[in-house]
């Protein structure tokens, strides 16, 4: 459905993407993870044909990005996406329908993204929140096949997001495949059926929420120790994936926390206060990028 | 792409500043430079009177003012704040922005040249021989008036922010004047009217006045026009292109 070969953009000296491959498919439900500079938004640029790749290839739907999008099969929300001025909400979502090969009617499409309220407000005069739902509608104007969206609930308070992910649920159990770039690390682990973490422009992990952490050290790992503690045998324990120690704490990340557990007693050891626990997507991914960035530093 | 035309229009005339503008300054123009002329006497060079002369020349003002100035701001403006990025996630062909510009330009063009027809009726008793010949002039400046919106489209992809305003000026005004629409190039030294015979404006404006004198429009500035139409459009198609790269 959705194709990069080896992909790269860079800006000046700045390499946003660097030789990216990845496929998306049908009915997917998919989020792009990174921090700020990641590349997720030059990925995704790059997807919609907003910008042409300086090498590789970038297919969508079998054509060109700009192929796809006039054929009505993508519909994109930006994250910064200036809207149209001295236009009423109602007028410039009816323009986003007219456009649409696979329009939906006007009114369910400001329904669901509930902005029937504000239709007739003018759109330079409108919240923060309720542009992004404005942007929102515009992305769901017709029948897409996929919805791309950059960092879509900035600006939404609370409810406004559960309502957003709810309709975006809705679109996604209707068949339809869904990208969003986040850095609510919930949204991706709530939402998501397969999660890209991106770094420095490289795909840094694929898979689904539970695999990611899996892949940084599943559980957590805290107790306290008394009396000299031995890092050089800590270090040895089994499914070990990092440790940490200050003063008395000792934090260990798990491959296998009962394994670990259990090596640990035979170590002759005494844990006081032990604490195994789930590591949140969000540890996951601090583990991931820290660790890629310590290898990229042994490696220079 | 209907839709996004009528959208323009109806925001175009909701930009109350921008419809006064375009509509109202020309024709005061008009009335500043042509105001205290006499109505019979020809104006040197010609066997025209300087009201009927301005009329033209302001009629062509008003339609490059409506379609230049509005386009190239209103464009690097949109650009800026993404709303052309956001566009191009439609299913809207590349090409169906730039023609709506043109098109909505055009739609506020026409009363501006309507208005300056009217006070100069009125006011100064401007007349011609045959009926046809208000017409045809309508006809000729409204069409011509689209060379200038492509410049327009063009500057506003050349320029960002506050850029886009002083070279837009530059241009509106230099061409405005060596295009002899405020003043007729008769009066120019003749090192000026060789210069000025080659500029967009003056070609659009003899257009206007060749009918005047009650004949056709000449091919030469026919030619010139479509050239500069041309090299306009050309221009604007291809920084829209580029664009892409860097939008």
């Known amino acids: 459905m959705v194709s990069f070969e080896n992909v790269s953009k860079s800006y000046g000296t700045v390499r946003a993407v660097s030789d990216l491959s990845l496929d998306l498919y049908p009915g997917e439900t998919v989020a792009l993870l990174g921090p700020n500079g990641a590349g997720k938004s030059s990925t995704l640029d790059l997807l919609l044909g907003l910008r042409n790749a300086d090498a590789g290839r970038v297919e969508v739907f079998g054509t060109t990005p700009q192929q796809a999008i006039e054929q009505g099969k993508v519909g994109a929300m930006l994250q910064s996406g200036g809207l149209m001025e001295d236009v009423k909400v109602r007028e410039l979502v009816k323009l986003a329908c007219d456009l649409h090969r696979n329009a939906y009617p006007l009114e369910r499409v400001m329904e669901q993204a509930g902005i029937t309220e504000i239709a007739d407000r003018m759109v330079n005069k409108l919240s923060g929140g309720q542009e992004q739902r404005v942007r929102f509608a515009m992305a769901t104007a017709g029948a897409n096949e996929l919805i791309v969206l950059d960092e879509p609930t900035t600006g939404m308070d609370v409810s406004a997001r559960q309502a957003f992910w709810g309709v975006m649920r809705q679109q996604a159990n209707e068949g339809r495949a869904v990208l969003f770039a986040t850095h609510y690390l919930e949204e991706a682990d709530a939402i998501a059926d397969r999660v890209i973490v991106l770094h420095r422009g490289r795909v840094l992990a694929d898979g689904s929420a539970a695999e990611i952490k899996a892949k940084a050290g599943a559980r957590r790992i805290v107790f306290d120790l008394e009396g000299h503690i031995g890092e050089a045998a800590l270090r040895e324990l089994p499914f070990l994936a990092s440790l940490e120690i200050s003063g008395r704490t000792v934090r260990i990340q798990s491959h296998d926390a009962d394994a670990t557990v259990h090596a640990l007693y035979g170590l002759g050891l005494y844990p006081r206060n032990l604490e195994v626990a789930g590591l949140g997507l969000e540890q996951a991914f601090i583990a991931i990028t820290d660790a890629a960035a310590a290898e990229e530093a042994v490696s220079r | ?247």
């Open chain 2, 1 to 247: 792409m209907n839709t996004l035309i009528k959208l323009e229009i109806t925001r175009t005339l909701r930009n109350k500043k921008f419809m006064f503008f375009s509509v109202i300054y020309p024709a005061a123009l008009y009335l500043m430079i042509a105001g205290g002329a006499s109505t019979t006497e020809k104006v040197e060079g010609t066997n025209l009177t300087l009201p009927l002369l301005m009329m033209v020349s302001m009629a062509s003002f008003g339609a490059i003012t409506a379609v230049l100035v509005g386009n190239s701001e209103k464009i690097a403006k949109e650009r800026e704040k993404g709303w052309v990025r956001q566009l191009r996630l439609t299913s809207l062909p590349g090409r169906g922005y730039v023609t709506a510009k043109v098109a909505s330009a055009a739609v506020v063009s026409l009363p501006s040249i309507l208005v300056v027809f009217a006070v100069a009726a009125a006011v100064k008793d401007v007349r011609f021989d045959a009926a046809w010949q208000w017409f045809a002039l309508t006809a000729v400046i409204w069409a011509g008036s689209i060379v200038f919106a492509a410049l327009g489209v063009a500057v506003g992809y050349l320029a960002t922010g506050d850029a886009v305003r002083p070279i837009t000026f530059i241009i509106y005004f230099g061409l405005s004047m060596l295009g002899g629409l405020w003043m007729p190039t008769a009066v120019f030294p003749q090192w000026l009217q060789d210069i000025a015979e080659w500029v967009p404006t003056h070609a659009y404006a003899a257009l206007g006045q060749a009918i005047e004198q009650g004949g056709a429009p000449h091919l030469k500035d026919v030619a010139i026009m479509v050239a500069y139409l041309a090299l306009f459009g050309g221009a604007a198609a291809w920084l829209y292109r580029k664009d892409t790269h860097k939008a």
